[in-house]
C-alpha cells in the first residue's frame, strides 16, 4: 500500500528528543518530503512495525501521527502551490 504520514509534534521542554527519534523511525521506513511529512510504499507488516516503533516515542497526550493510506501511488495527484520540491516526486 502507499501511505503518506505526517506527524505533529508539541513543543515543550521534551518535544526535541521525541521529535528526533520520530523523524529517524519514519525515515528507515518511507521517504522524508517536507519537515514532518513522509511518503512511500509499505507492506502492511512493516506499517505495523512502524507504529510499534513510534508507539515508544509518541506522547498520547501531547504528539499526533496521521496515516493516509491508497492502494497505490498513481491514484494520487500532487499539486504544488509555491516552491516545487523535487523531494516529492514519488506523486505524478
Do not use: P
Amino acid at each position: 500500500m502507499y501511505v503518506i504520514l505526517v506527524y505533529d509534534i508539541v513543543q515543550d521542554e521534551s518535544s526535541a528528543k521525541a521529535a528526533r527519534r520520530i523523524f529517524k523511525t519514519c525515515k528507515k521506513y518511507l521517504t522524508h518530503i517536507q519537515k514532518s511529512v513522509f511518503e512511500g510504499e509499505i507492506s502492511r507488516g512493516m506499517l505495523e512495525k512502524l507504529r510499534m516503533e513510534l508507539e515508544k516515542n509518541v506522547r498520547k497526550d501531547r504528539d499526533s501521527i496521521l496515516i493516509f493510506k491508497g492502494r497505490d501511488e498513481k491514484w494520487l495527484k500532487k499539486e504544488f502551490w509555491g516552491k516545487e520540491d523535487d523531494k516529492t516526486s514519488n506523486f505524478f
